[in-house]
């Protein structure tokens, strides 16, 4: 066991950070203690101490290439919003940010879902667990009750993906240097709610489930820009594919549809898995499930990550199973390992964003307010999102 004492924590005067670490990172001498204190003092003193009074509506952020770089990820936010920090980039939904985009964006009172229904897909990807939807008559069966036992996995469909999700593979720690052996595993009871181990609870999805993730969205419908540009009105590529969406073809698109980004924002991809899957064959939709996973994604690069980190969105989705182009080159981090692990920003994948690219079109607005509640899962790592925008 080692302890770090965090800048932060001196200043306010606060007790020791323990960390428990596994033995591989015990015989390394201290070494990932000291660069964790060494990120720390590259980050501006108002960061390193990022008490709780701190207003991000307006508090001033870092750039993307003031960050400090972690066992050579570079890009690491750990210390942005405090050392035991486990919102991360949600704490940029502040009231004021709400607030705001509920009284600007929430015009008619038109709500729109964005969510798939937890069927769909029949037959999930990635090997993951096929929905089941139990729907059960209670006895007496003569009187009629019903009830419904469902038996999913939180990443089968639409989801957002938590930080316990995805972790620095190679080093085997997630957000805010939690390692993945610290926290339990299997089916934990939870018999008493004021006596929770807290790695059971560490940065588990519950914290997003509390906070909400609510504020201004904004739709870039890639699908319809690029079909608008192709003489033959066809989309460029195969979102069933391994496609690599580009910086400035976001940008162009934000462009076309009039929007610009705000600090908050949540942003929305449509990319077009879902609507491919409406219109395919069953067989087609059913060899999804045994061929090599190919799909149509944000490219993994440094201006992608530059251009999401300075725009300081909140959190970002899309209609895809992955978000990333999938599958990642070879030699090629993962954007995953950034987004959660370095920055703590929820990844929304299987939003069905087709009523929504509709109603875009139909009021010609491309941003709303986005409301999301994921369900509160002590220690999980993803959630169906719950989500919707309001016009």
Excluded at 116 to 144: S, Y
Excluded at 195 to 207: C, L, S, V, Y
Excluded at 280 to 303: H, K, W, Y
């Amino acid at each position: 066991m080692s302890a770090i004492l965090w800048p932060s924590d001196i200043r306010r005067g606060a007790p020791f950070v323990i960390l428990h670490k596994p033995a591989s990172m015990r015989s390394m001498g201290g070494v990932t203690s000291k660069r964790l204190q060494n990120i720390l003092g590259h980050l501006p003193a108002s960061f390193q101490s990022a008490p709780p009074s701190v207003d991000w509506t307006t508090a001033t952020l870092p750039g993307y290439d003031a960050l400090p770089a972690f066992e050579g990820h570079p890009g690491c936010a750990w210390g942005v919003w405090g050392s035991k920090d486990e919102l991360g980039t949600v704490n940029l939904l502040t009231d004021a940010v709400v607030k705001t985009a509920a009284s600007e964006e929430i015009q008619t009172g038109r709500a729109v879902s964005l969510n798939w229904p937890l069927n769909f897909p029949d037959k999930p990807v990635f090997d993951r667990k096929a929905p089941e939807v139990d729907m059960t008559i209670r006895t007496p069966a003569h009187e009629g009750i019903r009830d419904d036992e469902i038996h999913i996995n939180t990443q089968s469909g639409t989801q957002w993906d938590g930080f316990r999700h995805f972790p620095l593979i190679k080093e085997r720690v997630f957000y805010n240097n939690t390692p993945v052996d610290s926290l339990p595993r299997g089916i934990l009871p939870l018999p008493n709610p004021h006596e929770i181990d807290p790695a059971h609870a560490r940065i588990g999805i519950q914290n997003w489930a509390t906070h909400g993730i609510c504020g201004r969205g904004v739709l870039l419908d890639l699908v319809s820009h690029q079909t608008s540009l192709s003489a033959n009105k066809a989309l460029p590529y195969d979102p069933w594919t391994s496609h690599p969406i580009s910086v400035a073809e976001l940008e162009a698109c934000a462009r076309a549809q009039g929007v610009k980004f705000r600090r908050g924002d949540i942003l929305i991809l449509r990319v077009g898995f879902i609507k491919k899957y409406y219109e395919v064959s069953q067989p087609e939709r059913d060899a999804l499930q045994l061929r090599s996973e190919t799909f149509a994604g944000i490219e993994q690069s440094e201006d992608m990550k530059r251009f999401l980190w300075n725009n300081h969105f909140a959190a970002i989705a899309s209609d895809q199973p992955s978000l990333e182009c999938w599958p990642v080159p070879e030699g090629t981090p993962h954007m995953h390992q950034t987004l959660l692990g370095l920055w703590g920003m929820p990844i929304g994948e299987f939003f069905d964003v087709e009523v929504l690219s509709q109603a875009c079109a139909e009021t010609g607005r491309y941003t709303f307010f986005f409301s999301s509640w994921p369900l509160n899962i002590i220690g999980g790592c993803a959630s169906p999102p719950n989500a919707a925008a309001y016009f």
